[in-house]
T-cell receptor, first 109, second 115 residues
Framework: DAKTTQPNSMESNEEEPVHLPCNHSTISGTDYIHWYRQLPSQGPEYVIHGLTSNVNNRMASLAIAEDRKSSTLILHRATLRDAAVYYCILRPTGNQFYFGTGTSLTVIP | ETGVTQTPRHLVMGMTNKKSLKCEQHLGHNAMYWYKQSAKKPLELMFVYNFKEQTENNSVPSRFSPECPNSSHLFLHLHTLQPEDSALYLC??????????????FGPGTRLTVL
């Protein structure tokens, strides 16, 4: 299973953009990059995913490096409800996901 | 009710008890999963079911016994557990297939404490 490396924790001020990095130097050509987040006392929820091109949705943007060995989840304006643990996951074929320890994001009012 | 539901939300049991966790999904998905989340550890995939057939068992001890009677329901039967089995047990579902864009939908989890 491919591994990802994320900082243990990050802080952001409310209403400011947040860039959450993820390194995945052993990624294979067919691995999709998924991001999930887990709010306190809840199960993880899907945020965004991509393969090679940058992706945008209503929750966030995903910027993928040209060599695909790293990616960055971008929250454009952090709110207090965005405080959560963010997981960067490489998804190989099949239905499996392998979660790492994630980045705990603190949003400061 | 929509999404993935899990019952009970909290469970305290002794090491000699037998209990079951229930998961139900109302999304029309055909794949379901059990995960274990221990304190300060990554989520661990336990079991995977595709169309009611178990396709993955990640070396889970036999004191955990899954059951998938249909595509909408998933159970985890527990017996003679150990205190180190105390954790948050999460159920998830996803559309069937080996496509790369299948997201997983998680339930809120069952917080299990083994005394």
């Amino acid at each position: 299973d491919a591994k990802t490396t994320q900082p243990n924790s990050m802080e952001s001020n409310e209403e400011e953009p947040v860039h959450l990095p993820c390194n995945h130097s052993t990624i294979s050509g067919t691995d999709y990059i998924h991001w999930y987040r887990q709010l306190p006392s809840q199960g993880p929820e899907y945020v965004i995913h991509g393969l090679t091109s940058n992706v945008n949705n209503r929750m966030a943007s995903l910027a993928i490096a040209e060599d695909r060995k790293s990616s960055t989840l971008i929250l454009h304006r952090a709110t207090l409800r965005d405080a959560a643990v963010y997981y960067c996951i490489l998804r190989p074929t099949g239905n499996q996901f392998y979660f790492g320890t994630g980045t705990s994001l603190t949003v400061i009012p | 009710e929509t999404g993935v539901t899990q019952t009970p939300r909290h469970l305290v049991m002794g090491m000699t008890n037998k209990k079951s966790l229930k998961c139900e999904q109302h999304l029309g998905h055909n794949a379901m999963y059990w995960y274990k989340q221990s304190a300060k550890k990554p989520l661990e995939l336990m079991f995977v079911y595709n169309f009611k057939e178990q396709t993955e068992n990640n070396s889970v001890p036999s004191r955990f016994s899954p059951e998938c009677p249909n595509s909408s329901h998933l159970f985890l039967h527990l017996h003679t557990l150990q205190p180190e089995d105390s954790a948050l047990y999460l159920c998830a579902s996803s559309p069937l297939g080996t496509g790369y864009d299948n997201e997983q939908f998680f339930g809120p989890g069952t917080r299990l404490t083994v005394l």
